[in-house]
């Protein structure tokens, strides 16, 4: 069993910064890939941010150059660290793990998941 615990949601101001933590335990490895998703009330579970077991971080157009996803494994902690914050990133953020084959971007792909921390952002 995989658990996964994600932390330091809050509310900021737009242009702000939060940096999210996504503790993880079981039986996940060093080399196994992660990733962030959100979630605003009514929407869709959309990706964020992954980061590949080789290393590789692509994130989705809306937060690219902005947020940046990181992993301490030491510490089995995933990160998300969020730059200028913007009112249309306010979500429930959730961090996956688990890749189960399909398209990393797409939630169905991954098989565990966090209970989330919401970010909200104000103008």
């Known amino acids: 069993q995989v658990q996964l615990v994600e932390s330091g949601g809050g509310s900021v101001q737009a242009g702000g910064s939060l940096s999210l933590s996504c503790a993880y335990s079981?039986?996940?490895?060093?080399?196994?890939?992660m990733a962030w998703f959100r979630q605003a009330p009514g929407k869709e579970r959309d990706w964020v941010a992954i980061i590949y077991s080789d290393g590789n971080t692509p994130s989705a157009d809306s937060v690219k150059g902005r947020f940046t996803t990181s992993r301490d494994n030491a510490k089995s902690t995933l990160y998300l660290q969020m730059n200028s914050l913007k009112p249309e990133d306010t979500a429930m953020y959730y961090c996956a793990t688990g890749y189960r084959g399909g398209h990393r971007s797409h939630p169905t792909s991954w098989n565990y998941w966090g209970q989330g921390t919401q970010v909200t952002v104000s103008s």
């Open positions: 079981g039986s996940t490895y060093s080399s196994s890939s």
